[in-house]
């Protein structure tokens, strides 16, 4: 009964806790057609809605009658399974609107797929130390040791080893930071250094894994004709040395396998390994124990034949673990050999440290093979540190126990002759040890052939590369096109057929590759951004800094030829991927730098007034200011042209501010898409410039909380740019004179300059050349903004073969010859070429006693008296208007002061066209909109002023100096 009696309030309780679907009312099911009805995933269909009733599935989503704790949070998205895999995803496509993330794509009635996930031990640790003990080990590293000698092989395997454990630490740090998705080093490098670092490196690490395959199959094909000489197919190479028994006894011949045969059996093994790659990885997984159990069987019979050697009397030159072996081995005695490694005087091959240094470098990589499997590892952040590092010191300590008891077991003559050594010693028989060498590198082989087309799969489906679309597969799926791509790289350098010459070429891909981890942990960890989290403690930026320079000295010790031609190639897909590629924001650390650099740059400006040497033209382009374009022209054509014009060389930040007219709720979206067309128009243009939208009940208002808020510190704008509104006489545009003047009353408010550009759909394009002058009508002071303007105009391409004119107004009785000589000077002190021209104007007062004189000329004032009459009738029309509604505050036009402005803007307008009308462009001074004065009366001025000129630019400065005369 108890029992019984509690199970209501459990399952109430189960009711409440489970998130049940957000309704506007706690209304029953029956009143649901009433109002739409959205869920946490979505509104639902009408059409599933109207249906009589819901599967089994559907109704586990369906609880209208049912009521949840947080419906206080509408329409957010609320933390459960589901999101929390959105954001586990890392998808880049964030919602456009607060509602768009709510409709979440979902599989009903199906189980979730478990796929079998790897641990440390066998998806890391022996991956990683199945590469790394490859062929180098068995059939070369006795032979470096003879070559180089125990201290200075002491020297070679510390220098590679301490080069990759430094890259595993740094590995380890990056690959704690969070999740990781396939492509291994390259998603690392790609999400730290952005995607075209991690493309260019990514494919110099595919060719890398790609041609370390053939390195593996052609030292098995190497051992198997070692064991067996009758499989040759051609005649095998002969090379007499000293014979070591008994010196100047003679010459002893050693047979090499020939290069024909290393090809032929090459390309066969080659083609049979990608068959079984084309079966799938599940078949590999199955066979990689079969190949790791030789490798570490023969490790254990060489060492065991090691202890044991020199009690069989036919190996004369294998003594067995001697003091005096070692104390002979331990300098270096380096030679030259012919192309199969045996010495030779005359041999075309001089081995030294930085050669041996090259040939060894393969047998330490490996290290990258557990990340490559980063997406079949069930715990990413633990396995990858904890097998890589593990690996690394268990073939770091093999390889220095190895140089001891090579350098000790034999003389250094039958080190540098006999190619397998390892099988020679091993216990009981040299076989076991062969076919555990063969088992081992096809094993390796098949590991690259294996992740090298995930590699290039995983670059193809980041759809960076259009070129690369061909090799994209999804994952669960294989990568057929990648895997045949692989093996012609595979079988073009087996044919080559030396292993020492593709050593080094295997060597500078994987450097490549590493310096590139390197790099990334040491910019993230200087970096210090928020994200940078790792899990793995043991690191620090200066050692990733010491592990890439340590990267890059191996590279060019090796090979100077081979690192400026592995560095000329990646420099080439990194300028190809960055031509060619599709932009990408994987928020790397480059971006994270920029944010860094321009916020210390921005603190270290400050916001005192910045000295008129260093003063920047920072232009805010206002777009789209009187309307009368289609709803998809973001901006004018040519006001990007225009904006350019005002920065020296194209240098310089540009703000495009446009304006969305009404609530901001309602036009949210619209002012997105419309930054988005902006942005666009901005690239497309080629500005350095950036836009922002914002919304507000009209453009005085949006205008104003632009000019107040826009920018940061000094880095705000100080120019104001716009088109003339040239339309503001139509009827429905009434509202554009009143705009213009509040416009330009703010800027007069918030201290900053103004350019007006009359004429733009004229103005110049970039290739356009222009000839004739740039003239400016210098009348005001202006902080010297004008003449700046006009040396920037000059700069451009298309402006460069004008010349300067500076025209000054003055009145008659003012000294025309000593303004002039004062402003020469000025403009010499200012290092600006220019003609100066002195223009004289008579004043209002003049005008009225010369009216008689000036009767016959009517047809040039005619434009005066048309200005003269539309005011009066503006005038007129607007005081019937203020007494139709008994309006208090009536404007009353100085009739004297209105006649005194049109006459001068008159005359300026006469003067241009009379001294100007060639001009490429015009500057004039703009005069202030004159107080408690109708805003129509200054449009008039303004319309007087500009009349019948083609281009013209209406300046007005601030109360700031942007030029000096000192130095």
């Given at each position: 009964m108890a029992n019984a009696s509690e199970s209501p309030e459990l399952n109430g309780d189960i009711q409440e806790v489970e998130l049940s679907s957000i309704s506007t009312s706690s209304t029953p099911a029956a009143n649901a057609p009433m109002f739409p009805r959205p869920t946490l995933f979505g509104s639902a269909n009408s059409e599933t809605r109207g249906q009589g009733s819901l599967s089994p599935v559907l109704e586990v989503f369906d609880r209208t009658g049912r009521e949840s704790k947080l419906e206080l949070f509408g329409f957010d998205s609320l933390v459960n399974i589901l999101g929390l895999r959105s954001m586990a995803d890392q998808q880049n496509n964030t919602p456009a609107s607060p509602r768009d993330g709510e409709d979440v794509a979902i599989t009903l009635g199906r189980p979730r797929p478990k796929n079998a996930k790897l641990g440390t031990l066998m998806g890391v640790f022996i991956p990683c130390l199945q590469n790394i003990l490859g062929i180098i080990f068995y059939i070369r590293f006795s032979w470096i040791v003879g070559i180089a000698g125990v201290w200075h092989s002491l020297l070679l395997v510390s220098l590679c080893c301490l080069c990759t454990f430094l890259t595993g630490m740094s590995l380890s740090a990056i690959a704690t930071n969070g999740a990781m998705k396939g492509g291994g080093p390259y998603y690392l490098i790609g999400r730290a250094l952005g995607p075209e670092v991690g493309v260019s490196i990514g494919l110099c690490f595919f060719l890398g894994n790609a041609i370390a395959a053939s390195l593996y199959i052609l030292g098995a094909v190497e051992t198997f004709l070692d064991a067996i000489p009758g499989a040759g197919i051609f005649k095998a190479s002969v090379t007499e040395v000293s014979a070591p028994s008994a010196p100047g006894a003679g010459l002893e011949a050693i047979n090499s396998p020939n290069l024909h045969d290393l090809q032929v059996y090459g390309v066969i093994v080659t083609v049979t390994l990608c068959l079984i790659v084309f079966g799938g990885v599940k078949i590999i997984n199955k066979v990689a124990p079969a190949f790791l159990i030789p490798v570490l069987l023969s490790v254990l019979l060489i060492f065991i034949g090691i202890f044991v050697a020199g009690r069989h009397p036919d190996t004369e030159g294998v003594t067995g673990l001697r003091f005096r072996n070692l104390q002979r081995n331990w300098g270096a005695e380096y030679q030259r050999t012919n192309r199969a490694g045996i010495p030779a005087p005359d041999g075309i091959i001089y081995w030294d440290f930085d050669a041996l240094l090259g040939l060894f470098f393969p047998a330490v990589t490996g290290i990258m093979a557990?990340?490559?499997?980063?997406?079949?590892?069930?715990?990413?952040?633990?396995?990858?540190?904890?097998?890589?590092?593990?690996?690394?010191?268990?073939?770091?300590?093999?390889?220095?126990?190895?140089?001891?008891?090579?350098?000790?077991?034999?003389?250094?003559?039958?080190?540098?002759?006999?190619?397998?050594?390892?099988?020679?010693?091993?216990?009981?028989?040299?076989a076991v040890v062969q076919i555990g060498i063969i088992l081992s590198t096809l094993g390796a082989a098949l590991q690259s052939l294996t992740g090298a087309p995930r590699l290039l799969a995983a670059i193809a489906n980041d759809d960076i590369l259009p070129i690369l679309k061909y090799f994209r597969a999804p994952d669960t799926m294989e990568p057929h096109l990648a895997t045949?791509?692989?093996?012609?790289?595979?079988?073009?350098?087996?044919?080559?057929?030396?292993?020492?010459?593709?050593?080094?070429?295997?060597?500078?891909?994987?450097?490549?590759?590493?310096?590139?981890?390197?790099?990334?942990?040491?910019?993230?960890?200087?970096?210090?951004?928020?994200?940078?989290?790792?899990?793995?403690?043991?690191?620090?930026?200066?050692?990733?800094?010491i592990a890439a320079l340590l990267c890059i000295v191996i590279m060019f010790l090796i090979s100077w030829t081979f690192t400026v031609v592995s560095l000329a190639l990646a420099s080439l897909l990194y300028y190809y991927v960055s031509i060619k590629g599709k932009a990408g924001d994987w928020g790397d650390g480059f971006k994270s730098a920029y944010f860094q650099l321009a916020l210390r740059s921005l603190r270290s400006l400050g916001a005192n007034q910045v000295h008129p040497k260093n003063w920047y033209p920072i232009p805010l382009i206002f777009c789209r200011p009187w309307g009368k374009m289609p709803q998809d022209v973001p901006c004018h054509p040519k006001l990007a042209d225009f904006a350019n014009c005002m920065k020296k060389k194209g240098r310089g930040m540009s703000i495009f501010v446009s304006i969305v007219e009404g609530n901001y709720r309602e036009n949210a979206e619209e002012a997105r898409n419309v930054c988005k067309r902006l942005t666009t128009y901005i690239d497309y243009k080629d500005c350095e410039g950036v836009a922002e939208v914002i919304v507000a009940k009209d453009i005085r208002e949006g205008f104003r909380g632009v000019?107040?808020?826009?920018?940061?510190?000094?880095?705000?704008?100080?120019?104001?740019?716009?088109?003339?509104?040239?339309?503001?006489?139509?009827?429905?545009?009434?509202?554009?004179?009143?705009?213009?003047?509040?416009?330009?009353?703010?800027?007069?408010?918030?201290?900053?300059?103004?350019?007006?550009?009359?004429?733009?759909?004229?103005?110049?394009?970039?290739?356009?050349?222009?000839?004739?002058?740039?003239?400016?009508?210098?009348i005001v002071r202006d902080g010297g903004l004008m003449l700046l303007l006009s040396q920037l105009l000059r700069a451009k391409d298309s402006f460069e073969n004008c010349k300067i004119q500076v025209f000054c107004i003055s009145e008659e009785d003012t000294e025309a010859e000593e303004l002039k000589a004062d402003i020469r000077k000025f403009l010499y002190d200012l290092r600006m070429q220019a003609d100066v021209i002195v223009v004289t104007m008579k004043s209002w007062e003049a005008h009225q006693e010369?009216?008689?004189?000036?009767?016959?000329?009517?047809?040039?004032?005619?434009a005066f008296s048309k200005a003269r009459k539309?005011?009066?009738?503006?005038?007129?029309?607007?005081?019937?208007?203020?007494?139709?509604?008994?309006?208090?505050?009536?404007?009353?036009?100085?009739?004297?002061?209105?006649?005194?402005?049109?006459?001068?803007?008159?005359?300026?307008?006469?003067?241009?066209?009379?001294?100007?009308?060639?001009?490429?462009?015009?500057?004039?001074?703009?005069?202030?909109?004159?107080?408690?004065?109708?805003?129509?009366?200054?449009?008039?001025?303004?319309?007087?002023?500009?009349?019948?000129?083609?281009?013209?630019?209406?300046?007005?400065?601030?109360?700031?100096?942007?030029?000096?005369?000192?130095?």
């Open positions: 557990g990340s490559n499997r980063s997406s079949s590892l069930q715990d990413t952040q633990r396995s990858i540190p904890k097998g890589t590092l593990s690996a690394i010191a268990a073939t770091t300590a093999l390889y220095l126990i190895s140089v001891f008891m090579f350098g000790a077991v034999a003389t250094r003559e039958e080190i540098l002759t006999n190619r397998l050594l390892t099988a020679t010693v091993a216990w009981p028989v040299p045949l791509f692989t093996m012609l790289i595979c079988a073009g350098c087996v044919i080559i057929g030396n292993l020492d010459l593709i050593s080094p070429v295997i060597t500078m891909f994987f450097l490549l590759c590493y310096g590139g981890v390197n790099l990334s942990c040491f910019l993230l960890d200087l970096l210090d951004a928020p994200s940078w989290r790792p899990r793995w403690k043991f690191h620090h930026w200066s050692l990733s800094l000019v107040q808020t826009m920018g940061l510190g000094n880095l705000k704008p100080n120019i104001v740019a716009m088109r003339y509104p040239e339309i503001w006489r139509e009827d429905n545009l009434a509202s554009i004179p009143e705009n213009f003047v509040s416009i330009i009353d703010d800027c007069i408010t918030a201290n900053k300059a103004v350019v007006i550009v009359k004429g733009l759909d004229e103005w110049p394009g970039e290739f356009q050349k222009q000839y004739g002058t740039i003239d400016l009508y210098w010369d009216q008689e004189a000036e009767a016959g000329r009517e047809d040039a004032m005619e539309r005011i009066a009738l503006q005038a007129a029309e607007l005081k019937r208007s203020e007494r139709r509604e008994q309006v208090r505050d009536v404007v009353v036009l100085n009739e004297q002061q209105v006649d005194k402005f049109l006459y001068t803007t008159f005359k300026l307008n006469s003067i241009i066209l009379k001294y100007s009308r060639m001009a490429a462009v015009v500057l004039v001074s703009l005069p202030p909109p004159p107080p408690n004065s109708p805003a129509y009366v200054f449009m008039e001025y303004l319309d007087l002023l500009v009349d019948s000129i083609p281009r013209l630019l209406i300046v007005r400065g601030y109360r700031k100096d942007v030029v000096t005369i000192f130095t």
